[in-house]
């Protein structure tokens, strides 16, 4: 029996994270794919403004990350295949190590990552509306000398590849 795989997807805003998992879905039929982003948008009214005080932000991540090591934690226990983007490999892998390790689980961490000008470009031609400023604060963020890159972290350059060879790189690293 195959040994199961979690795919984790992070990175900057706009670099292809959910453009990448949504065209996963097709190939990778046998997987649970979970939205960290849609468990925190669930849990965005607990930031918002109620009787003229905002309720503590980050009392809602907390509880979001919560939310999402219980849900993997269900999906590990059934020795299920993971796919999951907005997620910190190395937290996955302090909070659910016991079950990664006693089903053998593959961890892959992808990094989808392009320049700025193509973080631009691409925000604007999906009519986001994330800030410039946040738009270079998160690339920064994720750059070589930024905050946020892991060791394991596998980079997939979406501005010089396809939609199509990043999925097959990300299937060719997975053994699929």
């Known amino acids: 029996m195959e040994r199961p795989i979690v795919i984790i997807l992070r990175g900057h805003a706009a670099g292809g994270k959910t453009t990448i998992y949504e065209a996963l879905k097709k190939p990778l039929k ?5 939205d960290n982003g849609d468990i925190k948008r669930t849990l965005a009214p607990l930031g918002k403004k109620r009787k003229g005080q905002f309720v503590n932000v980050k009392i809602a991540r907390k509880i979001a990350k919560e939310v ?8 590990m226990e059934q020795k299920g295949n993971i796919a999951i983007y907005e997620m910190s490999g190395d937290y996955v892998k302090k909070r659910l190590g016991s079950l990664i390790r006693k089903n053998k689980y593959q961890v892959y961490q992808f990094r989808p990552h392009s320049s700025l000008a193509a973080v631009m470009a691409r925000a604007k031609s999906q009519k986001r509306t994330m800030s410039k400023e946040f738009l270079k604060k998160s690339w920064l963020d ?9 060791k394991a972290d ?19 690293t997975i053994g699929r």
Do not use: A, H, N
């Open 30 to 34: 046998d997987f649970v794919f979970i």
């Open 68 to 75: 999402l090591m219980f849900y993997m934690s269900k999906v």
């Open 142 to 150: 994720w750059g070589p000398e930024g905050t946020r890159p892991e």
């Open 154 to 172: 596998i980079v997939i350059d979406t501005e010089k590849l396809s939609l199509d060879q990043c999925v097959k790189m990300v299937l060719k």
